[in-house]
């Protein structure tokens, strides 16, 4: 069971360029998220999925885009790479809704920097 | 504003020893308030998820506290051990899809 799978592990960009984080989960999970961790602040929300073809804004989404064409995928897509994005980025998933109480499961994370 | 303050930022203890992470909050109303552990280098992992309803959950050597009158919950660790060296994350969910997360408190364990 590979859980929350994120792809790449690391990846330098250079300022403008675009890109898309891959997070993929095998537990048929309805709702899945991307968080970005920073040095002395706690995980911020960018953009949630409540299901298939259903998107969310989180609490810091300028500079991304997200898509949630089947159950299984939730690409994150920089659309031009700024320097104040070099960030570690989570993928998480769980069963139903985060208020629900349920587990989430969290990817290993990627690393990306914008130079 | 719904915040999670967690106490200490950093706490270095020996093998063995027992310690306590405090979490405070403000987030109201709130439905459920979780501890992750995170290794360096590692996504977040699940250790216990409390509803405001119960007092107390365990996973293993780890218990964690809720009181719902004060906003206040506790993580305590007994008989630490090398590999818990990591960084505890309280996080707590209010009514909807959103978790707010606390800066967590970074675990040292030495022999």
């Known amino acids: 069971n590979a859980g929350v799978t994120q792809t790449p592990k690391f990846q330098v960009l250079k300022t403008g360029q675009s890109m898309t984080l891959q997070c993929a989960q095998d537990?048929?999970?309805?709702?899945m998220s991307w968080y970005r961790q920073d040095p002395g602040m706690g995980l911020r929300l960018i953009h949630y999925s409540v299901g298939a073809g259903i998107t969310d804004q989180g609490e810091v989404p300028n500079g991304y885009n997200v898509s949630r064409s089947t159950t299984e995928d939730f690409p994150l897509r920089l659309l031009s790479a700024a320097p104040s994005q070099t960030s570690v980025y989570f993928c998480?998933?769980?069963?139903?809704?985060?208020?629900?109480?349920?587990?989430?499961?969290f990817g290993e994370g990627s690393w990306l920097t914008v130079v | 504003k719904n915040q999670v303050e967690q106490s200490p930022q950093s706490l270095i203890i020996l093998e063995g020893k027992n310690c306590t992470l405090q979490c405070n909050y403000t987030v109201s109303p709130f439905s459920n308030l979780r501890w992750y552990k995170q290794d360096t280098g590692r996504g977040p992992v699940s250790l216990t998820i409390?509803?405001?309803?119960?007092n107390t959950k365990s996973n293993g050597r780890y218990t964690a506290t809720l009181d719902a009158d004060t906003k206040q919950s506790s993580l305590h660790i007994t008989a630490s051990q090398l590999s818990d060296s990591a960084s505890y994350i309280c996080?707590?969910?209010?009514?909807?899809?959103?978790?707010?997360f606390g800066t967590g408190t970074r675990l040292q364990v030495f022999p």
């Open positions: 998480a998933s769980s069963y139903s809704r985060v208020s629900s109480g349920n587990t989430i499961y």
């Open positions: 537990m048929n999970h309805e709702y």
């Open positions: 409390m509803t405001f309803s119960e």
């Open positions: 996080v707590v969910s209010p009514e909807g899809d959103k978790l707010i």
